[in-house]
């Protein structure tokens, strides 16, 4: 599957997908959030960070290797299995994937997506960005997802999607750390 993580990246799905939503939206909002997160950091008196230099520099780029990594793994499985695009805007999935990771976590490119944006916050060495607007935008991605995207899921798959809801989790990949959900899966 790695090799299908690098080749995805040259799709027309992830480069039209690319084009529509990430440039045009996707980065500069994080440039507007990084921003908020260092104004935020100063009016709170947070201004010496949180880590050493350099040692974010390097932590950042673990999280965004890792961030990509698992980005591209994610829609590796859902170009090639499932036969579409990760995102609607640039056409949709055939065919619901439930194998590899998302067998595991219905939404696993959230975690990726979350690495590479938590870098960015590593990079700047923001408490503010870390602590406070990564879990905020982590949460309000979830409450879309349920909100909006479960239910198109739902009109689209069917009962197949009822029951991969049934048996899945929403975002964390629990049986993948051998763990019990503490809750009942959204």
Do not use: C
Not at 118 to 145: C, H, M, Q, R, Y
């Amino acid at each position: 599957m790695a090799t299908g993580a690098v080749r995805v990246v040259f799709t027309p799905q992830i480069l039209l997908m690319v084009t529509k939503v990430y440039i045009p939206f996707l980065f500069p909002l994080t440039f507007l959030i990084s921003m908020l997160a260092l104004w935020l950091d100063g009016v709170m008196g947070f201004g010496s960070g949180f880590l050493p230099n350099p040692i974010n520099y390097y932590v950042a780029g673990f999280l965004m290797v890792a961030g990509l990594a698992f980005v591209g793994v994610t829609y590796a499985e859902l170009v090639f299995e499932g036969k579409g695009s990760p995102s609607p805007t640039a056409g949709r999935t055939i065919h619901l994937v439930r194998s590899g990771i998302y067998a595991y976590s219905r939404n696993p490119s959230v975690i990726g997506k979350l690495l590479g944006f938590l870098s960015v916050g590593v990079a700047l060495n923001s408490i503010t960005f870390v602590a406070i607007l990564a879990p905020l935008l982590l949460a309000g991605s979830l409450v879309e997802k349920v909100v909006r995207q479960e239910p198109q899921l739902i009109e689209i798959f069917g009962e197949e999607y009822e029951a991969y809801r049934r048996e899945v989790p929403l975002f964390f990949p629990w049986r993948l750390f051998g763990i019990k959900p503490p809750f009942r899966s959204l």
